[in-house]
Every structure is written in structure tokens, then in C-alpha cells.
């Protein structure tokens, strides 16, 4: 009966354990090169806890941008995004390096993109 019991609630807890993984895809903490790369311009960020580095980038306008981002917090998410010249929200969790490809757009000026997670963390990028 004894046995049964812990059968029982070892299979219970597997069950609860699968579940509550939500089907979510593990962390990849240092992202491969995308497909597609070649040739484009490779903008180098790093996030800390107080400042994203580069605090200022250029990028030609239209231009194909390869994104390497490195979150050296150990402690938060930090996210990159920029509502004006269309960057949609790239994620990255503590310790990891990201690489995204982005189509700049064809406007030229100087625009603030950053994080959302921690408002005061701001850079600019002067498309010229």
C-alpha cells in the first residue's frame, strides 16, 4: 500500500512538473549568428544593472543590422526596444548574449531606443 502511495504522488509531481512548464523553450544563453546575416552591420550592446553601452550607435538608414547584445546584470532582464523606427522588443536574460537581425529603417535623425523593464536605461541611434 506504502508503495502505491509513492508511486502515486512521484506521478503526481512529474504530472505537475510537465505542466507547469507551459511548453515554454529553454534559455539559449549565447545565441547562434542568424541565418540571413551576411553582410549586414554588426551593432555591439552591452546591458549592466544602471547603463546600456554604447549609450550612442550609427547606422546607415535601411541598412541590415546584426544586434549582439550581452546582459552582464545578474539580476534582470533587460530589454531593447524602439517604438519610432520600428525595433521590436528583443529579451535578455541575465548572462546572456542575443543576436538578432533588424532592417533599419530608411529615415535618417537621431532616435532613443532602450528598455522598457528600467525606463532610465537609454541610448540614441543616429541613422546617417
Not at 554588426?42 to 549582439?68: C, H, Q, R, Y
Not at 521590436?88 to 548574449?97: A, M, N
Not at 542575443?98 to 532613443?112: D, I, Q, Y
Amino acid at each position: 500500500m506504502r508503495t502505491v502511495l509513492v508511486l502515486v504522488v512521484l506521478g503526481m509531481l512529474a504530472l505537475a512538473l510537465v505542466a507547469c512548464g507551459g511548453g515554454q523553450q529553454p534559455v539559449v544563453m549565447d545565441e547562434p549568428v542568424p541565418a540571413g546575416a551576411e553582410g549586414a552591420q554588426i551593432v555591439e550592446l552591452t546591458f549592466t544593472s544602471t547603463e546600456i553601452m554604447p549609450d550612442k550607435v550609427n547606422i546607415k538608414p535601411g541598412a541590415k543590422v546584426l544586434f549582439v547584445i550581452k546582459n552582464t546584470d545578474k539580476q534582470d532582464d533587460h530589454n531593447l526596444v524602439g517604438q519610432d523606427v520600428g525595433l521590436k522588443e528583443i529579451i535578455v536574460k541575465p548572462g546572456q548574449t542575443v543576436r538578432r537581425l533588424w532592417s533599419a529603417p530608411s529615415k535618417t535623425g537621431e532616435f532613443a531606443i532602450g528598455c522598457t523593464i528600467h525606463p532610465e536605461i537609454r541610448m540614441k541611434v543616429n541613422f546617417q
